[in-house]
């Protein structure tokens, strides 16, 4: 049965690097939020559609200054870390998560500070546009199930991980695990409670598997965590090859990198969410591949931390399974369409980052730039892929998880010219310029979780 139809035009991206531009379709949404057709003026049905839906008060029209655009996808998020935003991103990693992140996640411990701030970051994401979000939570179980939760009380697709934690060398005394054995009764106890939760009959909010990365672990923690992925075939999420210093800190512990490590503790699956991963071997890139896992790129995250270029033209080339993430508080703005343009500005750098008048071989490597239509197909398909579900994309069968932006409100920085923009300008000017106030409805699953 049909819910709701909107009417006007939209712009996705079901070829990666090009776009689709409707100027007059009817995307009809049924009652279990799932796109049941897209019209257009051609099909025999689209007047008979459009009046018995504006007879039943169920169109929703756009004006023409209103795009109708897929849900983003933020495929990693630290949730408990939105007050850090902005704060210490000079630090070198190592130091900015011993002195601001460990003690800021510690607090949510108690449940009245989550209930303070996870609210307040499920809206801003919302409101953002951000229709699935891929969070890291903290160690705590009881304040983990909270932010499911709160997700699900505010309507988003959210993915969320009870961060593990058990290495005494690495974390600091007052944010560890009890113990490694507690820590995977909770995991498992916080799995089932995540997937029975009251409100979450059609899966809405996930567990995913949450080792934090190699430095943070005990190897029985990540043997006993590949277990638990075996047995719930949940998704998986963990920090990847991120800096020379965790990189250094895997091949000194195990002799292999990441990818090696995770895959040897059966960790590595087509629910697999890696961020960073900077350092990919070809073997890394054969496994990923072999295994169907998805990289989530951090760009802005990636140039304070990483100490090298994200080879995200190598990537997309190799047809490896990648979205975007915007690694809160590893970068500070809570929008996707943000980190499509650190995304096409992070490969820009590494193409020609020196100035002319250095020697040529300093002016990095040519053809490693990716276009503001691949990292939107990013922002969208890409990360509906490595979430595992159908959205991205205004196709019959695919999730409506939808936005609808308006360049025309009051304090706007997108302006468009109408007699000079392309379609194509239009949508790039989007990726670019868009902003918070642009966005005047947000659904997930057809349900509407904004409007302004
Ligand atoms: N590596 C391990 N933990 C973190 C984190 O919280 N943020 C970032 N950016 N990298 C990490
Ligand atoms: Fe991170």
Same mark, same amino acid.
């Given at each position: 049965e049909i819910k709701f139809g909107v009417l006007g035009q939209y712009f996705h991206c079901p070829v990666k690097g090009d776009f689709e531009y409707a100027s007059n379709a009817l995307v009809l949404v049924d009652d279990k939020?799932? @796109?049941? !057709?897209?019209?257009?003026?051609?099909?025999?049905?689209?007047? =008979?559609?459009?009046?018995?839906?504006s007879a039943n008060k169920q169109l929703i029209e756009l004006s023409s200054s209103q795009y109708l655009m897929p849900g +983003?996808?933020?495929?990693?998020?630290?949730?408990?870390?939105?007050?850090?935003?902005?704060?210490?991103?000079?630090?070198?990693?190592?130091?900015?998560?011993?002195?601001? =992140?460990?003690?800021?996640?510690?607090?949510f411990e108690d449940l009245n500070f989550a209930k303070k701030i996870y609210p307040e970051l499920v809206q801003s994401l919302l409101a953002n546009g951000t229709t699935s979000a891929v969070y890291f939570a903290t160690?705590?179980?009881?304040?983990?199930?909270?932010?499911? *939760?709160?997700?699900?009380?505010?309507?988003?697709?959210?993915?969320?991980?009870?961060?593990? +934690?058990?290495?005494? !060398?690495?974390? #600091?005394?007052f944010y560890i695990e009890p113990s490694t054995r507690d820590a995977l009764i909770d995991t498992e106890d916080f799995i089932q409670q995540v997937l029975q939760l009251e409100g979450?009959?059609?899966?809405?909010? !996930?567990?995913?598997? =949450?080792?934090?990365?190699?430095?943070?672990? =005990?190897?029985? +923690?990540?043997?006993?965590l590949g277990e638990l992925v075996q047995k719930y075939h949940c998704h998986v999420q963990t920090h990847c090859s991120e800096s020379d210093w965790a990189r250094d800190y895997s091949q000194e512990k195990y002799g292999k990198t990441d990818v090696e490590i995770y895959s040897d503790f059966g960790l590595m699956t087509s629910k697999t969410i890696l961020a960073h991963s900077i350092f990919l071997t070809p073997n890394d890139h054969a496994v990923i591949k072999a295994t169907g896992a998805s990289i989530a790129h951090c760009p802005l995250s990636n140039m304070y931390f990483a100490n090298a270029a994200m080879q995200t033209r190598e990537i997309l080339d190799n047809e490896l399974k990648c979205g975007l993430g915007s690694d809160l508080a590893g970068a500070p703005i809570p929008s996707i369409f943000h980190t499509c343009l650190d995304a096409v500005n992070h490969s820009r750098v590494r193409e020609d980052g020196t100035s002319t008048y250095l020697p040529a071989d300093s002016r990095g490597e040519s053809g490693s730039r990716i276009s503001f239509l691949e990292s939107y197909w990013m922002a969208t398909v890409g990360g509906g892929q490595a979430i595992d579900a159908?959205?991205?994309?205004?196709? #019959?069968?695919?999730?409506?998880?939808?936005?609808?932006?308006?360049?025309?409100?009051?304090?706007?920085? @997108?302006?468009?010219?109408?007699?000079?923009?392309?379609?194509?300008?239009?949508?790039?000017?989007?990726?670019?310029?868009? !902003?918070?106030?642009?966005? *005047?409805?947000v659904w997930?699953?057809?349900?509407?979780? @904004?409007?302004k």
């Open positions: 939020g799932v @796109i049941a !057709s897209v019209l257009t003026e051609k099909d025999a049905d689209f007047q =008979t559609q459009l009046s018995q839906l +983003m996808v933020d495929l990693h998020v630290h949730a408990p870390q939105f007050p850090q935003a902005g704060k210490g991103l000079d630090l070198p990693l190592y130091d900015w998560l011993q002195d601001y =992140t460990f003690p800021l996640e510690a607090k160690i705590h179980k009881h304040t983990s199930v909270e932010l499911a *939760r709160e997700c699900l009380k505010q309507g988003q697709r959210g993915f969320i991980g009870k961060v593990n +934690m058990d290495e005494a !060398s690495q974390c #600091p005394p979450n009959e059609h899966q809405l909010v !996930s567990p995913v598997v =949450t080792p934090r990365f190699v430095p943070s672990c =005990t190897s029985e +923690m990540l043997q006993g159908r959205v991205g994309l205004f196709q #019959p069968g695919f999730e409506f998880d939808a936005l609808i932006v308006d360049t025309a409100v009051a304090d706007s920085n @997108i302006f468009i010219l109408d007699e000079m923009d392309s379609a194509k300008d239009k949508l790039e000017k989007i990726i670019t310029l868009n !902003s918070r106030q642009n966005i *005047r409805k997930v699953k057809g349900q509407l979780v @904004i409007e």
